[in-house]
């Protein structure tokens, strides 16, 4: 069963630094592309950021540019964003999504339970 | 503003059939595929539809996606009251480098 379980949310003030992980099992970690898809509250779905399995291949929103960092860790099936430069606009609901194969530009078709950010003095 | 367009809401009543509209473009659903996720109240979406118009195994068979050139479609036919959730279309987008969905649209079984 495929399980994905998301850590390191949490308040920080504006201007400041978290870093998410996304821990999973159940399958083979390593032939897999992941991404980060947020969720302000009463909003819709956004994308983040998102990296191929063999890492080579990384993917950012223009919001996020410059600031996050997506990397992978295989020898320890887990997955990582590092967010600097926290904006009050970043407040939301990070999911960890794992992707149907390799690349990107498949399917993610698996979903953590969410991790909330909340940027704020 | 989502860069898919979706209707807000859509309702229909009990055992009858609705659908819901995804609009993009040619640099997004027009030349990739489309997802439909489903999200109910406090929980993380659920893959419902996958390349235009397959179904994950344990979906039932009264949902079904189509796309016609920059658009898409998600049909729910037999509709329960269960079926009441958020739905979001999603796609890869080219010009983007990355995912790009609808705003979502939220179904009411009347």
């Known amino acids: 069963e495929v399980q994905l379980l998301e850590s390191g949310g949490g308040l920080v003030q504006p201007g400041g630094s978290l870093r998410l992980s996304c821990a999973a099992s159940g399958f083979t970690f390593n032939t897999y592309a992941f991404g980060w898809v947020r969720q302000a509250p009463g909003k819709g779905l956004e994308w983040v950021s998102g990296?191929?399995?063999?890492?080579?291949?990384?993917s950012y929103a223009d919001s996020v540019k410059g600031r996050f960092t997506i990397s992978r860790d295989n020898s320890k099936n887990t997955l990582h964003l590092q967010m600097n430069s926290l904006r009050a606009e970043d407040t939301a609901l990070y999911y960890c999504a794992k992707f149907y194969s390799a690349t990107l530009t498949t399917v993610p078709d698996h979903w953590g339970q969410g991790n909330l950010v909340t940027v704020s003095s | 503003q989502s860069v898919l367009t979706q209707p807000p809401s859509v309702s229909e009543a009990p055992r009858q059939r609705v659908t819901i509209s995804c609009s993009g473009s040619n640099s997004n659903i027009g030349n990739n595929a489309v997802n439909w996720y489903q999200q109910f109240p406090g929980k993380a979406p659920k893959l419902l539809i996958y390349y235009d118009d397959l179904r994950p195994s344990g979906v039932s068979d009264r949902f079904s996606g189509s796309k016609s050139g920059t658009s898409a479609s998600l049909t729910i036919s037999g509709l329960q009251s269960e079926d009441e959730a958020d739905y979001y279309c999603?796609?890869?987008?080219?010009?983007?480098?990355?995912?790009?969905f609808g705003g979502g649209t939220k179904l009411t079984v009347l």
């Open positions: 999603a796609s890869w987008a080219d010009s983007l480098n990355g995912w790009v």
């Open positions: 990296i191929s399995a063999s890492g080579g291949d990384t």
